[in-house]
């Protein structure tokens, strides 16, 4: 009995060591981040974890535009776009979601299956095709060409959402059709006001899409138009071999910037989250 004990111990220190280490090297480049940020010089220094000497004047260089650093329109770009993909693809992926659990159609099982299957496939994959497609239509380097990239397919990431839909009691859709309302009336009428955890999750999952995103800003808005750029791509111009020693740390105080406004986003609505991914997940 005793022995059990002590096993038991060791293996839940074991875990939690594990836990601990984990971590550690998760914040540990987070916390230089934030601490570069901070630093009086303008170069990347690695000789020290911490500055020798501490700032706020790279902060002030980043919110004052220059030939560079254009640091507030990017971040005004990258919100823009953030925003118009947020809406087009909650409503994408919630009307998909609802379509796929409630309504029965025949060819209902086979898109399921198909939309499982593209979603294995990294999206890379169609890079050079979607890129010669918009060029096709002139929508390169325009930022109505990223939302249209990042709104396309966000439909096929139904299935959290549907796992929320197969929760929501039958009888209140059966009840509103008896009262006359048809598909379009109980969806948003009745099905929506319902499911606020998986609204909240949706939000926030097709918001942190183009906010984060570099690949596809980086390969649409290629003719080098500064005024144009996102963050992402914004920032990496600063890593460029003639800038780095002017714009490194300006570059560490743009990435906690960019940071800020998501992390406050997602504390609030924290709760809401965690509950549409569980319960998305019941019958997902």
């Known amino acids: 009995m005793k022995r059990g004990r002590v096993k038991r111990a060791g293996r839940l220190l074991g875990h939690n060591a594990i836990i601990a280490i984990l971590c550690v090297l998760w914040i540990l480049p987070v916390v230089w981040l934030v601490c570069t940020s901070f630093s009086s010089y303008s170069g990347m220094n690695t000789s020290t974890f911490f500055p020798k000497e501490w700032s706020l004047i790279h902060y002030k260089l980043l919110l004052t535009p220059d030939t560079v650093n254009q640091f507030p329109t990017w971040f005004m770009n990258t919100f823009r776009i953030a925003c118009w993909t947020c809406v087009i693809s909650t409503l994408f992926v919630l009307m998909v979601a609802y379509a796929t659990s409630v309504m029965r159609f025949k060819a209902r099982k086979p898109l399921m299956n198909v939309a499982v299957i593209l979603n294995l496939f990294p999206g890379m994959l169609a890079m050079i095709a979607v890129y010669f497609t918009l060029k096709t239509f002139n929508l390169t380097n325009s930022h109505i ?100 020693n002017t714009y490194f740390t300006q570059f560490c105080v743009g990435g906690v910037l960019v940071s800020i406004p998501i992390s406050v986003l997602f504390l609030i609505m924290q709760k809401f989250y965690v509950e549409g991914v569980t319960n998305g997940a019941v019958k997902g």
């Open 145 to 244: 060409g990223l939302i249209l990239v990042y709104s396309a397919s966000s439909g096929l990431g139904y299935l959290i959402a549907k796992g929320f839909f197969d929760t929501v009691p039958r009888s209140l859709c059966e009840a509103a059709r008896l009262d006359g309302c048809n598909e379009a009336m109980i969806f948003w009428k009745v099905v929506i006001p319902t499911s606020r955890p998986i609204i909240v999750y949706t939000i926030i999952s097709s918001f942190l899409t183009p906010w984060m995103d570099f690949v596809y800003s980086k390969m649409i808005l290629n003719a080098g138009i500064s005024a144009n750029y996102t963050v992402a791509v914004g920032l990496y111009r600063m890593l460029d071999k003639s800038l780095i």
